[in-house]
């Protein structure tokens, strides 16, 4: 492993205020040294990151890699190497796959894989039930010691407030929080896109907002309950961003998190029935997207989170109602999420807050990440253009799920390098 010397980039850092004209110096895998004037003396790597921006490598608290049991969809090797394309250093991997991870042997099973093949840090979430069938909960206790972030059967919420009454007590006894896909199944139930004139227009079954916020409010009501931690995942409504804000003026221990395809997409995506843009929780209103970015602003929603969902070409290529959820995310995130900077409706630092310093929060300092640039922190770093333009081609995507509503748009931002424990793990044009 080389040293590195990052030199002549503007230095982002939310968790520890910095934001100016910084160096930084790499050994070990950790941040030696940060300043403005000579580095400590050592043989370096020299990048040279001039009118680029440097910030601790992105936390993506909802990734899905597929392995084991959907590698045509995804592996933990490609869907790591997207990562790292996207500025990701750190992804937290659901637990929907085949088997399901609902045991130490699967989340051992994933850690040895990791091991050998990610090219960034992989943690990991269990399930909250058994299989994810909502029955009886999982193997809590065995699965914390193996190293889980915490406990979600994301692609359904927990169907019985009895059943996750009882998960938040185990789950509030290790400490870990509660992780929640939130969607009342028969609310939901057979619905494609967001309830509402495009639904209609479309002759497709709706999703309605209050899937979402009827869940919400059940969850807050348990969490308020048990003192659990509850950290609620891809909020997409207006009715659900008032909900956490109240909670947490109520102390309720909650967090949750957004996507940037919900904060930038609406539903009129779906009016050609792309596939692509089908995803879950629906694409939905301007009216939401505005409640989304005051959530982001005023602190309502903690972090943004990818909710990678890779999906095969064929899998996507299909009628509408027949095609599964999910938009592929990790490597159009960062051009995604500065559209909101280069239209004025977020500023940069709180972006990058919500993509380091917020999830490493949520995860705690136990599991390794930090999400901050201070000396002696794993050197975790992302380096990106701000300005760079380039047009999004999903056949040049690391990840095997090519499924974007975004192909051939043009994005504004570009990572060109990620920084994995002082490894480079991605540099443009390798
Ligand atoms: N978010 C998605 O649209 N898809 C998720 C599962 C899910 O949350 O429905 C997936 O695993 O594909």
Redesign the pocket.
């Known amino acids: 492993m080389k040293n590195l010397l990052i030199h002549n980039g503007r230095l982002i850092d939310p968790a520890s205020g910095i934001d100016g004209q910084f160096d930084i110096a790499v050994a070990g895998g950790k941040i030696a040294w940060i300043g403005d004037n000579q580095p400590p003396a050592g043989d370096y790597e020299v990048i040279d990151a001039a009118g680029q921006v440097v910030a601790p490598g992105f936390i993506d608290l909802h990734t899905?890699l597929r392995q084991p049991g959907f590698e045509n969809k995804e592996t933990i090797a490609t869907g790591t190497r997207a990562a790292a394309r996207g500025g990701f250093t750190t992804v937290c991997a659901?637990p929907?796959t085949s088997p399901a991870v609902d045991n130490r042997t699967v989340v051992d099973y994933v850690n040895c894989v990791a091991f050998g093949e990610a090219a960034v840090r992989v943690l990991q979430i269990g399930c909250v039930s058994k299989g994810r069938k909502g029955e009886s909960l999982a193997e809590f206790g065995e699965m914390a010691a193996a190293g889980v972030i915490g406990f979600s059967d994301?692609?359904s919420s927990v169907p019985t407030s009895r059943l996750l009454k009882q998960a938040m007590e185990y789950a509030a006894g290790l400490g870990l929080p509660i992780i929640e896909?939130c969607e009342d199944a028969s609310l939901a139930d057979g619905g494609q896109v967001n309830e509402g004139i495009v639904a209609t227009r479309l002759g497709l079954a709706g999703i309605p907002n209050a899937a979402e916020d009827a869940i919400v409010a059940r969850d807050i009501a348990l969490a308020k309950l048990t003192g659990a931690r509850l950290h609620l995942?891809?909020i997409s409504t207006r009715g659900a961003v008032d909900l956490i804000r109240q909670a947490k003026s109520d102390g309720v221990k909650v967090t949750a998190e957004v996507t940037p395809h919900h904060l930038t997409l609406t539903e009129e995506l779906c009016l050609g029935y792309d596939t692509n843009a089908?995803?879950?929780p629906p694409l939905r209103t301007q009216t939401d997207i505005d409640a989304l970015i005051e959530g982001l602003l005023d602190g309502a929603i903690d972090a943004i989170a990818t909710?990678h969902?890779p999906?095969t070409a064929n899998d996507k290529c299909c009628e509408f109602a027949l095609a599964?959820?999910?938009?592929s995310g990790l490597e159009t995130a960062l051009g995604s999420l500065l559209r909101l900077v280069h239209c004025g409706k977020l500023p940069l630092p709180l972006i990058i807050e919500k993509l380091t310093a917020a999830p490493a929060r949520i995860i705690g300092k136990k599991h390794g990440v930090t999400g901050s640039l201070g000396v002696g922190d794993p050197a975790d770093i992302v380096i990106f253009d701000p300005d760079a333009e380039w047009t999004v081609d999903p056949g040049k995507f690391a990840s095997r799920g090519r499924n974007t509503p975004l192909a051939g748009e043009r994005l504004k931002g570009k990572v060109t390098a990620t920084i994995c424990r002082g490894n480079t793990v991605y540099r443009e044009g390798n």
């Not at 599964?324 to 938009?327: A, R």
């Open positions: 899905h659901m929907n994301d692609g896909h995942c891809h089908k995803v879950n909710d969902a999906h599964p959820f999910g938009i």
